[in-house]
């Protein structure tokens, strides 16, 4: 039997190519996530390890915040507290550590590094040997005026020493002159980072505050080993400094589980859009097995009708699909290196370079997708496989099958109920429920559709084509009914279009949402005529003191910042607006639904008026809030206001931070002018000509503001291309399928008349209504998921749901591109049917 | 009498070497217009593809095909299919018609293409000649046998065609419709004028055109005109000898 099967499958190389095609471009992406993610985690973890070598202990501030996307904010460490740590019995050597937010600025005004890219941090350089660094030109920074940058950076901005160079840090932006060039262990740059470095006073003045690194790096005598070391360091410590002293391994280990928290965000995203290939392509290898079992029912009839066993048909059947299952998947995973090597480049088109070196392939990836890959194409075989042992014998007498027709009443009868049992659940999930139940909701409303598919592709078909037939004549209308002449076929091969399409236009309807809200809220809040944007969200970004600069350009009537930080309100992490309320008065409206912005003091606090109905708050209560250093700073609610949550739900004064070790940045600066010539170009020679930001008149800003959801969405919709060509490639087999089992019939047509030109329109059309079908079903079904996306997002601050026109109509454009590229092959083979072989009676 | 259709020196060899077949051997022949003409030969004589290189399903080896003042012979693919839609009618043995489309689709199926109406009057007479005005809506697969075939004969004579190639027009009938069949070829050569080729081993089949052209091992091997089935017979066995 087995010896039978193998036979039967190699004696049809084409369709075994067909079928593995599929299964290997499900599995590509699979294995491209796990070697990507392996890849970049080795390169991480080696650098960490290299890194933190020759560290023994590490000695930090036990307070912190946690911030979102596995980040944490920690309290700083005063460097007054070096000497006690270097007299403690065991430490040979010890030296302050900053790892802060500086941007180098390139000779011709432009910042170094990318701005979505690595970090670019601020340092120290000194002679400890336990410091990070090793000067490679020139000499350490001394004094407040003398700067060391790494050497990549110095490579990118063509800097050597001697040179004048501007950096931009939380304190301001200042000049300084380069005395040296260093190297981080053997590599020039760690993790593309940029790093500005300077001796420890400028640092702690420039970069933080005046006293203040980030932690000591530690070096022992070798007198005692690092748990030791770091013990005694501890006992030392006044624990009213509140610090804590990790051992060299340990901090290694936290850094490279941070970086392995980030890394496993991106490659949990990955692995979605890669299951979603997965499963698209299942589709596509269902869709085959059940077309070519169908055109061998003859072949598996004569089977049984020489003695096979049902069964034995079944059994044969499935190992056939084991081995294209091993080989599919084989030729998935060694495709995978190239989409590792795809992801890459395709998340630093984004802005999100990733440093890697060489390639890592964990042996477990290669079994997870040949297991993974291998299970799916037998359960995707096992309805074909048993359809086929049930073919009665008699089957080989006849002449032609089509697939039967299944039972409508039942199927529709159990789309029916899976719809209402996910409307059921996305109901649920509208009234409250966890956002798992949506998830389970929307799958179900899918399945249904997909159930329901061979009984809407009929008539969906027949409407689609209906034009075409009008306009294409003869050719048109057989398109039109060989696009449904077998519903279930149809559906099936639409399947992977409608699942494609319906993802794109959900993504592409709630982008187009929130960028209206987005535009809406900004153009409310904002009141300025200009505005600087920090280029970098989310670490560092405009010195404060920017504002007062921009303030004194000739031309500008106000100036404010607006930032964020970390806090803790009732012991869980927040992110808050930082204001001026004085400077910001009539130029960020927020707005009030009780009481005054302006009255916002050091120890008031605004909120929003939804999260002060959540938590039953009103003005002149008392909430509890602590600082990233720990500091307890009570803040009474001066007001509340009715403002997007994007927007923040919580702002402060900039003065509540006073004296504390935030670090605090503006990430936008709003600008009124008087709008006197020439007061553009002075606000741009005050920011933008010194890296500091970007300059924005009102209109550009609110577009770019509202625009940014579209990087998202590019990033989502490429991802989502692969599982496009997957259903791409669908259609395509269902074709070559249609055209090999219709060979007779394109031979009578060519035969009465019918030119190569017309059979070509014929194919082609018929694959455009195909497409077409899916990608309209997709769309509506998309459009749905949409709305129920932003009605589930609606207490997050997105509410109106925009329809996003101009996106649909690219989507079906683009629907029936893909319908006429798929035919191109299959029309193809079907004008080079050879007339006589398919006319031929015999 | 005028030519519809004509073969010149006509050959078709398959393989090459040792291995090559003369399937057509310098066979001359002209199909007269306004005639029922059929072609007989044992299996493997030739008859089929004699036929099919004239009609320009096939080409020839070496030699010459006219059909009416067309010469097929340097015809490329779009011309000679141009040629088939307008020219030349066919009924073949088996799956004669799309079954995605009606009887009267399938009919006109050849003007369709060619982007013609077509003459409405005509079309008329025919299917009211071959007595399926009822049917016209219905798919083939709603159709028996014997219907399938009469809606193929009327789908060859709706564009007028200069010549009409049947290929064992009636070889999947019981013998009853296969007389039915028949009858209406005989009727669309007397009372429409139409040109018929035929391709048989079927000698009462044969007996029903006005000319037979019998053909062995590629070469014409004689004729006959005015056939009855007897005679035919007689002939086959003389051609086996």
């Known amino acids: ?842 | 009498m005028a030519t519809a259709a004509a073969a010149h020196e006509a050959s078709k060899v398959y393989g090459h070497g040792d291995n090559e077949v003369r399937a057509l051997d310098g066979v001359t022949v002209e199909f007269e217009q306004g005639r029922f003409t059929a072609i007989m030969g044992p299996s493997g004589s030739g008859k089929s593809t004699l036929m099919h290189c004239v009609a320009g399903l096939d080409s020839l080896s070496s030699g010459s095909v006219t059909i009416g003042e067309h010469k097929l012979t340097s015809m490329s693919d779009g011309d000679l299919t141009r040629l088939r839609r307008t020219q030349v009618g066919f009924i073949f043995q088996a799956f004669n018609l799309i079954p995605t489309l009606s009887a009267l689709e399938n009919i006109v199926l050849p003007l369709s293409l060619a982007g013609q109406a077509g003459d409405q009057q005509w079309i008329n007479q025919v299917i009211d000649t071959i007595g399926l005005r009822d049917r016209l809506g219905h798919r083939p697969n709603e159709l028996s046998g014997g219907q399938q075939q009469r809606v193929a004969v009327a789908r060859a004579l709706a564009s007028k065609p200069a010549v009409i190639f049947a290929d064992e027009p009636t070889g999947n009938l019981d013998s009853r419709t296969g007389h039915e069949v028949l009858g209406f070829m005989r009727r669309a050569v007397t009372d429409l004028g139409q040109t018929i080729v035929m391709v048989t081993h079927d000698a009462v089949a044969a007996s029903y055109a006005d000319r037979i052209v019998f053909l062995k091992d590629g070469k014409i091997a004689g004729e006959m005109l005015a056939p009855t089935p007897e005679k035919v017979l007689d002939k086959i066995k003389h051609l086996g000898e």
């Open chain 1, 1 to 842: 039997m087995l010896r039978l099967a193998s036979k039967m499958a190699m004696a049809r190389k084409g369709r075994l190519v067909l079928t593995s095609l599929a299964i290997i471009l499900g599995t590509s992406f699979l294995s491209g996530t796990f070697i990507f993610s392996d890849t970049i985690t080795k390169t991480f973890d080696r650098l960490f390890t290299d890194v933190f070598r020759d560290v023994d202990a590490y000695v930090r501030s036990s307070s912190f915040i946690d911030v979102p996307f596995g980040g944490e904010q920690r309290g700083s460490t005063p460097i007054a507290a070096l000497p006690t740590v270097l007299e403690a019995p065991g430490v040979a050597d010890a030296t302050g550590d900053i790892q802060a937010f500086a941007r180098i600025i390139g000779k011709d005004g432009e910042p170094i590094g990318l701005d979505n890219g690595p970090p670019t941090f601020g340092g120290i350089a000194s002679a400890s040997v336990a410091g990070l660094w090793t000067i490679e030109d020139g000499r350490l920074p001394e004094g407040p005026s003398q700067m060391v940058m790494d050497r990549a950076s110095a490579d990118d901005g063509g800097f050597v020493v001697g040179d004048t160079v501007r950096v931009n840090a939380q304190s301001g932006s200042r000049e300084f002159e380069l005395v040296g060039i260093a190297s981080y262990g053997d590599i020039s740059s760690p993790g593309g980072a940029t790093f500005a470095l300077f001796d420890q006073p400028t640092a702690s003045e420039f970069l933080l505050k005046p006293g203040n690194v980030d932690a000591f790096l530690v070096q022992g005598d070798g007198s005692m080993s690092q748990e030791e070391l770091a013990a005694s360091i501890q006992s030392r410590l006044d624990p009213s400094l509140k610090l804590e002293v990790l051992t060299g391994a340990q901090i290694a280990e936290e850094t490279k589980d941070q970086i392995g928290q980030a890394i496993g965000f991106l490659t949990t995203f990955l692995t979605i859009f890669s299951l979603i290939a997965l499963g698209i392509g299942s589709f596509v290898i269902y869709n085959v097995f059940s077309i070519t079992t169908a055109q061998r029912l003859r072949e598996n009839a004569l089977l049984r009708a020489i003695g096979a066993e049902r069964g034995q048909v079944t059994r044969m059947l499935l190992v056939e699909a084991t081995v294209i299952g091993i080989v599919g998947s084989l030729l998935g995973f060694l495709s995978g290196i190239a989409i590792s090597q795809g992801l890459k480049a395709l998340l630093a088109a984004f802005g999100g370079e990733i440093p890697s070196q060489g390639l890592s392939i964990a042996p477990s990836a290669a079994v997870i997708t040949i297991v993974v890959g291998t299970v799916v194409t037998i359960v995707a075989a096992i309805l074909p496989a048993l359809r086929a042992g049930r073919v009665p014998p008699l089957a080989a007498m006849r002449d032609t099958a089509l697939e039967s027709v299944g039972k409508g009443r039942a199927r529709l009868a159990i789309a029916l109920v899976v719809l209402a049992a996910g409307g059921a659940a996305v109901a649920a999930s509208l009234a409250g429920a966890d956002n798992l139940i949506l998830g389970l909701g929307v799958m179900l409303v899918f399945a249904a559709v997909i159930t329901a598919g061979p009984l809407l592709a009929r008539p969906v078909g027949l409407g689609i084509g209906r034009p075409i037939a009008a306009l294409r004549g003869i050719t048109g209308s057989m398109a039109r009914q060989n696009a449904v002449r077998n519903p279930k076929r149809t559906a099936r091969t639409a399947a992977p279009v409608l699942i494609g399409v319906a993802l794109v236009t959900a993504f592409t309807a709630f982008a187009a949402s929130v960028r209206t809200q987005v535009r809406d809220a900004i153009g409310e809040q904002f009141r300025g005529d200009y505005a600087i944007t920090a280029p970098q969200q989310g670490f560092g970004g405009l010195p404060i003191s920017l504002a007062d600069e921009v303030a004194a350009v000739p031309g500008v009537t106000q100036a404010t910042g607006l930032g964020f930080a970390a806090i803790k309100l009732d012991g869980e992490s927040r992110f808050v607006a930082v204001i001026d309320p004085t400077s910001a008065s009539g130029l960020i409206d927020y707005r009030m639904v009780q009481g005054d912005q302006r009255s916002l003091d050091a120890n008031g606090i605004l909120v929003s008026q939804s999260r002060a109905e959540a938590n039953d708050w009103s003005i002149g209560d008392v909430l509890d809030v602590q600082l990233v250093d720990g500091t307890a700073r009570p803040l009474t609610i001066r007001g509340t206001f009715d403002a997007q949550q994007f927007l923040g739900s919580y702002v402060v004064n900039q003065e509540t931070f006073a004296g504390s070790d935030t670090n605090l940045f503006d990430s936008f600066i709003y600008v009124t002018t008087d709008g006197s010539e020439g007061v553009r170009e002075a606000l741009f020679d005050a920011t933008e000509a010194r890296g500091l930001g970007g300059l924005e008149s009102r209109d550009e800003f609110i577009d770019s503001q509202s625009g940014q959801i579209n990087q998202i969405l590019a990033l989502v919709n490429a991802l989502l291309f692969l599982s496009i060509i997957i259903a791409v490639v669908g259609i395509v087999i269902t074709l070559l399928l249609s055209v090999y089992e219709r060979r007779r019939e394109i031979g009578l047509l060519r035969a009465v008349g019918m030119t190569r030109s017309q059979t070509w329109g014929t194919v082609t059309w018929e694959s455009v209504i195909t497409s077409l079908y899916g990608a309209v079903s997709g769309v509506v079904l998309g459009i749905g998921m949409g709305a129920l996306l932003i009605g589930v997002l609606a207490d997050d601050g997105i509410s109106a749901f925009t329809l996003p026109i101009g996106g649909t109509i690219v989507i079906l454009v683009i629907s029936f591109v893909i319908g006429v590229l798929a035919a191109i092959y299959p029309a193809w083979r079907a004008t080079r049917t050879d007339i006589m072989q398919a006319i031929s009676t015999t």
